[in-house]
């Protein structure tokens, strides 16, 4: 099992930006990939942002492409996510993740273990 903790999150103007982390435990985190997916009220959980296990590779939705930056310390089992220029449509509960597979990386169904969430509020 791993089990994820994020935190980071919080109430933000538009405009600004905001730091998640998401700190692994259970296994060897270098042994996963990671995500991190989002969801709005009455909206599905959407893909934000992925990284391999190494971190030499990262994915990114469109909507956020640019933005945001995703980032790995395996020495510290914690992925981060850098939130800049945040609008009131990224407003959401966020959602870190792990998996053991990188080619369904985009995917809910390929993930395996979640964090319990947490709320980010972008201001207008």
């Known amino acids: 099992q791993v089990q994820l903790v994020e935190s980071g999150g919080g109430l933000v103007q538009a405009g600004g930006s905001l730091r998640l982390s998401c700190a692994a435990s259970?296994?060897?985190?270098?042994?996963?990939?990671m995500g991190w997916f989002r969801q709005a009220p009455r909206k599905e959980r959407e893909f934000v942002a992925a990284i391999n296990w190494s971190g030499s590779s990262t994915y990114y939705a469109d909507s956020v492409r640019g933005r945001f930056t995703l980032s790995r310390d395996n020495a510290k089992d914690t992925v981060y996510l850098e939130m800049n220029s945040l609008k009131p449509e990224d407003t959401a509960v966020y959602y870190c993740?792990?998996?053991?597979?990188?080619?369904?990386?985009?995917?809910?169904?390929?993930?395996?273990?979640w964090g319990q969430g947490i709320q980010v509020t972008v201001s207008s």
């Open positions: 993740a792990a998996t053991g597979y990188y080619n369904n990386i985009a995917s809910r169904s390929g993930y395996d273990y």
């Open positions: 259970g296994r060897t985190f270098s042994d996963y990939n």
